[in-house]
């Protein structure tokens, strides 16, 4: 239970979840509403509407003098915004930064921040003011364009949106986070903008794909290259949430004699350089970018990142690819297009309801202001009619006022006069009486009443509505059009490049040699070179070399499993040569019944026959083995009593298998399948015991094998034809010499404890 004082100084007892629950909502209703999402009609937060308001009433004008930010931000806190100073100030500053909104709002004179992150000066030092963009948001807003509210002490007024003539929302875009939702839209191009808007007015139903061959998507101020495939672009647009991947813009200078280096002229949207290139430093020194010798910084007032390579044989695509996986030159802009729909309800809208909303915005300030002009000429004819009397009986007027004590009724019975025309000639100088000339009242009352006229047609035809608006839209455009500076498309689309993944990771390791060592326990280490005599490494207390591989760190260390399943390391993953190592069953899930059969750096060209001790066995692609998970990849299945024992290079055409009963079998190897998993075919039938060895071989070359002392014994086919036979036939009894261990290469069986 929670306590709240009272007035009176009583203690009343509240209860806590509802003391909570309330202002709590309290709480996210004012973030919601006031503080993180922007509204659908102007594109703004309250504090970049105040922020504009203020200065428009300091008469900041884009074509007035500069004032400084101190003062515009007192206003604004003092006024409007009871919040902190340096909120008000990064609100201001940011608005100004054209590198991190497409159209800044203000126009800044002094030091305003960099895209390496630098803030701006104190606000004493800068100074600023309006742009045409936050004009045109500004613009009709004295002429009851949108309702005004009261500020927070009740002493003034302020604007609850702006009449918003410039596509401010999807131009600019916005980011914020309220409580239980979010939203982040990135910036766009205006005469884009303006294109869509005006097919939208010719039919509201357009649907999104038409409107994305207008706008293809967004456009940063940072420029960059969108890579997102274009389907997936329109899904963004039509549901509102979605996300755009955005590469730095980058070319190959040449340096003569066949060098290169790599110049990124563009980066990703609010990416800080200075911490780009810390992070790509960072990543040289611990190794993870071996193609790439240095990176520097020769930006001045354009960016320009010079990266080298390690040599010139270094593909510059690979190298861009490798940096694009673990850098910030390629990131990601979501887009969740949450909104203030009218003002108070949050939701999330597509491209087509957004830009339906500021239309309908905009026709709406049209009728308000063109009402509201309609007010101000018939006031206006109306006291023009009461000129035109005075003129004509001027002398009258003048006697009248100099005779009467209330002059005003006198008037107004004299010459049936309005309240309006009777109060409009008594405040009327002297001195315009010269200039009331009858052909002037009567021109501008023609003029007035044209207007009016055409006022009231426009506000009774929806049609003349709309072709108003799509004028107004038209000019905008025309103003922040492709020809223009500030205008033209700076963020292009392209598609990412067709680059091998394996190329990719090998780019990011450095390619180095080495020997892996697994024990006889199972312990796995990656010593520095390929090491011919391993007699001097060391292992722990009864154990001992089992399997010794050469490889590359780029390359992938594939080990096979007695319960017929292949496991998958990368080499440079591997602990390195000090100590004996780390156990594979802390890298792979291994049971304690299980053991290593073959352990052999990954070649993806290669085939390979697995085989279980009972003999059975097929033919598979190495290349579909890979399995980078714990669980590794099921290829053979094994009955219970027997285990697979057999992983060799299928590569011949011919295929031996030797019994432990010493029977020899030679068949084609196209009886055995090629299968992706399974039990396989028998490949030598035995009455007991089982498979000893299994080899491949070119009939061409004939059968080679190694005995105890060393020496390579080689038979032709045709001495071998008493052991040619069929796939799964018993064999004979091998030939003299033949190793007594029933291995085709004099050695023991590796795995074998």
């Not at 500076?485 to 080495?514: Q, S, W």
């Amino acid at each position: 239970m929670g306590n709240t004082l009272q007035p009176t100084g009583g203690i009343e007892p509240v209860n806590l979840r509802d003391a909570l629950e309330e202002r709590y909502l309290a709480y996210a209703l004012s973030t919601i509403m006031h503080r993180a999402l922007p509204d659908v009609r102007d594109g703004l937060k309250p504090v970049h509407r105040r922020l504009l308001y203020a200065m428009r009433l300091l008469k900041l004008d884009p074509d007035a003098g500069f004032k400084k930010c101190a003062r515009v931000v007192g206003d604004v806190i003092g006024k409007y915004h009871p919040h902190g100073d340096q909120a008000v100030y990064d609100a201001l500053v940011r608005l100004a930064q054209d590198f991190a909104v497409r159209y800044p709002l203000i126009e800044g004179q002094g030091n305003f921040g960099n895209i390496d992150g630098d803030n701006a000066a104190a606000m004493r030092y800068t100074e600023a003011r309006l742009t045409a963009v936050a004009q045109a948001l500004l613009d009709g807003i004295d002429e009851d364009a949108v309702d005004f509210r009261e500020t927070y002490d009740g002493e003034d007024k302020e604007p609850i949106v702006l009449p918003g003539a410039f596509p401010n929302l999807l131009a600019n875009g916005a980011t914020g986070i309220a409580v239980g939702m979010a939203t982040s839209i990135p910036p766009h191009n205006a005469a884009e903008l303006c294109d869509v808007a005006l097919a939208l007015i010719e039919d509201r139903e357009t649907p999104v794909e038409r409107l994305l061959e207008m706008l293809p998507g967004p456009d940063f101020p940072t420029g960059g290259t969108i890579v997102e495939p274009r389907h997936t672009i329109a899904e963004a647009y039509r549901t509102g949430r979605g996300g755009f991947r955005v590469r730095a813009r980058w070319e190959k200078e040449d340096t003569g004699r066949g060098t290169y280096q790599i110049v990124v002229t563009e980066i990703p949207f609010q990416v800080q350089k200075s911490r780009l290139i810390e992070k790509i430093a960072e990543l040289m020194l611990a190794r993870k970018l071996p193609l790439l010798a240095d990176i520097r910084d020769e930006s001045a007032e354009d960016i320009r990142l010079v990266l080298e390579p390690k040599s010139r044989t270094v593909d510059p695509v690979i190298l861009m690819e490798s940096l694009f996986r673990v850098t910030d030159l390629q990131t990601r802009v979501p887009l969740n297009m949450n909104v203030l729909s009218g003002g108070k309800v949050p939701s999330v809208m597509g491209l087509s309801e957004v830009m339906l909303a500021w239309l309908d915005h905009r026709r709406d300030v049209l009728q308000r202001r063109s009402r509201f002009r309609v007010e101000k000429i018939a006031h206006r004819l109306e006291v023009l009619g009461g000129y035109l009397v005075a003129y004509l009986n001027l002398d009258e007027v003048i006697r009248i006022i100099r005779e009467e004590d209330e002059p005003k009724p006198a008037l107004i019975a004299a010459f049936s006069l309005t309240d309006v025309q009777a109060e409009a000639i008594l405040n009327m100088r002297l001195r315009s009486l010269r200039r009331l000339e009858e052909m002037e009242i009567r021109r501008e009352h023609d003029e007035l009443t044209t207007e009016k006229a055409g006022l009231e047609a426009l506000l009774a035809s929806p049609a003349r509505q709309w072709k108003k608006i799509g004028s107004e839209i038209a000019a905008i455009r025309k103003t922040f059009g492709p020809d223009t500076v500030l205008g033209r498309r700076r963020t292009d689309f392209a598609d990412a490049p067709e680059t091998g993944e394996a190329e990719i990771v090998e780019a990011m390791i450095e390619r180095e040699p080495v020997t892996i060592v697994i024990s006889d326990k199972g312990w796995v280490r990656a010593l520095k070179g390929h090491m011919q005599d391993l007699s001097s490494v060391a292992f722990k207390n009864d154990d001992h070399l089992r399997f010794a591989i050469q490889a590359q760190t780029t390359d992938k260390l594939v080990l096979f499993a007695t319960d017929g399943r292949f496991f998958t390391l990368g080499c440079d993953k591997l602990p390195g040569g000090r100590g004996h190592g780390e156990p594979l069953r802390l890298m792979v899930d291994l049971g304690e019944e299980q053991d290593i059969v073959a352990a052999f750096a990954h070649d993806p060209a290669r085939r390979l026959l697995v085989a279980g001790s009972d003999g059975r066995g097929f033919v598979l692609e190495e290349k579909d083995v890979i399995a980078m998970t714990r669980k590794g990849k099921q290829a053979l299945n094994v009955d219970a009593g027997t285990e697979a024992a057999f992983c060799v290079s299928a590569a011949g055409d011919m295929v031996g298998v030797i019994g432990e009963n010493r029977k020899l079998l030679l068949f084609p190897a196209e009886q055995v399948p090629v299968m992706a998993r399974g039990k396989g075919v028998r490949l030598q039938r035995y009455k007991d015991g089982g498979t000893a060895d299994i080899c491949f071989f070119n009939r061409g070359e004939g059968l080679s094998w190694t005995d105890a002392a060393g020496r390579v014994h080689t038979r032709a086919v045709d001495e071998m034809r008493d052991w040619l036979g069929d796939r799964a036939q018993t064999g004979r009894m091998a030939p003299n010499g033949f190793p007594r261990n029933g291995r085709f290469d004099g050695r023991p069986k590796q795995g074998s404890r």
